[in-house]
């Protein structure tokens, strides 16, 4: 079976990550090793566009989240500057990427003869500032459209029937949703667009001169793709917009070929005219290749702007929580997800306001709480949360009677304030305890066999150990926190593979037997606790997490968006 040694001598592969905040690169060499990583900070390296945190919040609308579409395109140029020095872009044999999910681009009418044509002697931002029929991209932050959801799901009848056709019920943040959004709101920017793309699938089209495909995997976040047969459905096109799949172009297998690399890239940076684009895929799919999920039982999460849970299935059971896309690296599987837009952003806000904006402090405040923080708990909502469906808004409890058996005894009672280091913990454990329910409720192992960690908090052992006791499980984590532009990397040299072989093999011929001499391994983190004392904690965990379920159910039909 074709494998790693496959791969040419000498030969690089090339992933990046349009995140929300940066956009980064990861180069792997043939023998799977990483020899060259860069980034580009949106704020502080590209400060004239103004965003914080790479996005622009409407002063008018809380709910209203979104980034400059040129601003990714000025990234791309100086990103690729950066990377110069560093590798020989005429060793690339294959580029692939990550790009964050939900977000979309509008290609206004005339674009594709622009795109198709670029002068290696331009940047690509002068070249394109003038390409989009609206220069503001929606994002996964964005939960403006509560109206437009509710109107998609009743068209097809009803929520559970959306889920099942699409793999999830309409979310604010997916494409379809915001898509019908603007053919209400700006009908003259929709009837101007010729092509809408997925920010992944827009960064492929800038690297190949043409509009690349949206890949299954990432087109399954729009509320818009028949999960089964892997095609658009008509239903659910017609509920969203008039003629909109002629605006969405093609869909294509994740490990296939987007084209090869235009040529404007070939004379501005040295690429070979033969370098593959493989299609780009969302973040989350690119993580869990690059974090090399491949066994059922396995759970990963991701601690970033977003938190993410998701873990691997051959079948597909969607329900009214949580996502089912296709598996990114093995065409007849699937991933199952929960997002979370309360990430790292939300604990930061809690490190500033209680630990003198110092991890440091932040990390002792949490080591000297003991677990469980004595039956405080906290929702902490500094954005609109996906799930559950809350709005801003902070909400604080005491919880009694940790030490009896069961949930019915527990009272809880809401309160102002916590103190710091309670404070700490409580969105450490809330976030983790949630995580946790609601994984189990949509399914997923409980116990997992195992915790992979990435994004930037895992690098945080004081919150991974949290993570261990409420889950019980042991936590692994990778050599490095950028999983998605690691997993485009990989994902480069799959499709380049694929390519090669003319048919689909799987992923793990790449780095069987030899993970760790790749840098794809990971690393025991926090064993899982196995005396008496662990196994009680883990139990009075479980009963604190039903408490917090019930809690949240309670708050959603009180204050939810429906």
């Known amino acids: 079976m074709a494998g790693r040694d496959s791969l040419p001598e000498g030969s690089l592969f090339l992933g990046l990550d349009s995140s929300t905040q940066s956009l980064k690169a990861t180069v792997l060499n043939n023998e799977l090793t990483i020899v060259a990583s860069e980034i580009v900070n949106f704020d502080s390296e590209l400060p004239h566009y103004k965003t914080e945190g790479g996005v622009y919040r409407d002063p008018a609308d809380d709910r209203h989240i979104f980034s400059p579409t040129i ?14 020095p560093k590798i020989n872009f005429g060793k690339v044999v294959a580029v692939s990427g990550s790009g964050q999910q939900h977000g979309s681009v509008y290609w206004k009418k005339g674009s594709h003869a622009v795109l198709s044509s670029l002068d290696a002697s331009k940047s690509l931002l002068s070249q394109l500032k003038d390409a989009f029929s609206t220069m503001n991209s929606p994002l996964w932050m964005d939960s403006s459209t509560t109206k437009q959801c509710r109107e998609i799901e009743n068209a097809v009848g009803g929520a559970l029937e959306l889920a099942k056709l699409t793999g999830s019920r309409a979310y604010e943040r997916f494409t379809g949703p915001q898509i019908r959004k603007i053919y209400q709101t700006e009908p003259d920017v929709y009837e101007d667009t010729e092509r809408i793309s997925l920010v992944s699938s827009f960064m492929a089209s800038i690297l190949v001169g043409s509009y690349a495909s949206i890949d299954e995997t990432d087109g399954a976040g729009m509320n818009l793709m028949d999960i089964k047969q892997r095609i658009w459905s008509k239903s659910a096109l017609e509920a969203t917009a008039p003629g909109l799949e002629a605006k969405l172009g093609n869909l294509a297998p994740a490990y296939s070929a987007a084209g090869r690399i235009a040529p404007y890239f070939v004379e501005r940076f040295q690429f070979d005219k033969n370098c593959l684009v493989i299609q780009w ?4 799919p690119n993580s869990l290749a690059g974090l090399t999920l491949n066994t059922p039982g396995d759970l990963a999460i991701s601690l970033g702007t977003s938190d993410t849970v998701f873990g691997i299935t051959t079948e597909a059971k969607p329900s009214l929580e949580g996502h089912v896309f296709p598996n990114p690296v093995e065409p007849n599987g699937y991933m199952v997800m929960l997002c979370y837009k309360n990430g790292s952003l939300t604990r930061e806000d809690v490190r500033n306001r209680c630990a003198d904006k110092s991890w ?21 909502y500094k954005d609109h949360e996906i799930l559950p469906p809350l709005p801003v808004g902070f909400h604080r409890y005491t919880v009694e009677n940790l030490n009896d058996v069961s949930s ?10 916590l103190d710091p280091p309670s404070e700490v913990r409580a969105i450490i454990e809330g976030q983790m305890l949630s995580m946790r329910g609601h994984a189990e409720r949509f399914g997923m192992p409980n116990p997992p066999k195992r915790i992979i960690a990435t994004g930037g908090a895992s690098s945080n052992e004081s919150i991974l150990k949290s993570v261990a006791q409420i889950f019980g499980c042991p936590v692994f984590t990778v050599q490095r926190p950028d999983s998605a532009s690691l997993g485009a990397a990989l994902r480069a040299a799959h499709g380049w593979l694929c390519n090669a072989q003319g048919s689909f093999v799987p992923i793990s011929c790449l780095y069987q037997g030899n993970l760790e001499k790749t840098s794809l391994g990971s690393k025991l983190a926090v064993p899982a606790g196995d005396k008496e004392q662990d196994r009680e904690l883990l139990q009075k965990y479980t009963i604190l997490m039903r408490k917090r379920m019930e809690i949240e159910r ?6 939810g968006r429906s």
């Open 281 to 284: 895929s969302g973040d989350n």
């Open 554 to 559: 309670r708050l959603v039909e009180k204050i």
């Open 71 to 84: 601003m990714w395109v000025e990234a791309l140029d100086v990103l690729l500057e950066k990377l110069k």
């Open 408 to 417: 019915d005894a527990l009272l809880e009672r809401e309160v102002e304030e």
């Open 360 to 380: 440091d402090v932040f990390n002792s405040y949490l080591e000297k709480t003991p677990p469980l923080n004595g039956g405080k708990i906290g929702f902490y």
